[in-house]
């Protein structure tokens, strides 16, 4: 867990020293590649974070807070119909297509519970994009089937107009 093993006394028995220094004395090194240093150093630049080490140790609460909770919730069932928001991560593409989907086949539905039907009904197996694919097809037809009737309607018209049909 730490980077340095505890000391062991100077007559080398193996136990570990007695005249460890206290807690919130203690230290640990992290090697971070250069891309994450300049991360960190943004969020110390702008004021949110006082140091990297005020950061790193924010850091290392929140993901010990996180890990704390997982555990106490692992141990403690909850009841079925509670809903639990999980982050997903998605490319801008699909997003789109999933909004899509919302619009055309959920009748407008945000995008998150339109994941979640998906999730829930297994639909990302079936190719989402073939669904909204079939689905803009339906409209397409939906919308020429509509310019087709009005073609009928306005020849139907005419053919009163000139006598050759009644109603």
Do not use: W
Request: hydrophobic fraction near 35%; include cysteine; charged fraction near 35%.
């Amino acid at each position: 867990m730490f980077d340095k093993p505890p000391q062991l006394d100077s007559d080398g028995a193996g136990a570990p020293s007695t005249t460890r220094i206290g807690p919130e004395d203690e230290r640990i090194a992290l090697r971070c590649h250069r891309r994450e240093l300049q991360l960190v150093d943004s969020f110390v630049a702008s004021g949110e974070f006082r140091s990297r080490s005020d950061l790193m140790r924010s850091a290392l609460r929140e993901f010990l807070r996180a890990r704390a909770l997982t555990a106490v919730a692992s141990a403690t069932p909850r009841p079925t119909r509670e809903l639990i928001e999980v982050p997903v991560r998605l490319r801008v593409d699909e997003v789109e297509t999933l909004r899509v989907y919302g619009e055309l086949n959920g009748n407008g539905r945000d995008l998150a519970d339109v994941l979640a039907e998906l999730v829930r009904r297994g639909e990302l197996e079936a190719k989402v994009q073939e669904l909204v694919d079939r689905a803009r097809t339906a409209v397409r037809g939906a919308d020429a089937n509509r310019e087709r009737l009005r073609e009928l309607r306005d020849t139907s018209q005419e053919l009163e107009r000139k006598g050759v049909l009644g109603r």
